[in-house]
Nanobody, 128 residues
Framework: QVQLVESGGGLVQAGGSLRLACAVS????????MGWFRQAPGKEREIVAA????????YYVDSVKGRFTISRDNAKNTVYLQMNSLKPEDTAVYYC?????????????????????WGQGTQVTVSL
């Protein structure tokens, strides 16, 4: 069983930065492709960023490109989301997700249904 614990959310002014971290209790973390999703009130959960098992392939939703960076440290079983130039529309609960082992070492997965494990979420609020 894989467990995920997010941290780093909070309240920040527009233009500010936050760094989210997701600690993963997996036997072999490098087996898991990872993703960050977010869900704003009244909206569907959406992909924000994804990273392959290798860390060499990343994906970003258009609205965060150039502002957010996803990374992973396989030695620390942790995936990060660095969020810069935050906007009020980034306000949401952010979720970390892990996918069960897949043979493709270089693929980043984009769909909610492609992930098997989820964290409890961390609130990010961006004020004007």
């Amino acid at each position: 069983q894989v467990q995920l614990v997010e941290s780093g959310g909070g309240l920040v002014q527009a233009g500010g930065s936050l760094r989210l971290a997701c600690a993963v209790s997996a036997r072999t973390f490098s087996n898991n492709a990872m993703g960050w999703f977010r869900q704003a009130p009244g909206k569907e959960r959406e992909i924000v960023a994804a990273i392959s098992r290798s860390g060499g392939t990343t994906y970003y939703v258009d609205s965060v490109k150039g502002r957010f960076t996803i990374s992973r440290d396989n030695a620390k079983n942790t995936v990060y989301l660095q969020m810069n130039s935050l906007k009020p529309e980034d306000t949401a609960v952010y979720y970390c997700a892990a996918r069960d082992y897949s043979a493709n070492y270089y693929y980043a997965y984009l769909g909610k249904d492609e992930y098997n494990y989820w964290g409890q979420g961390t609130q990010v609020t961006v004020s004007l």
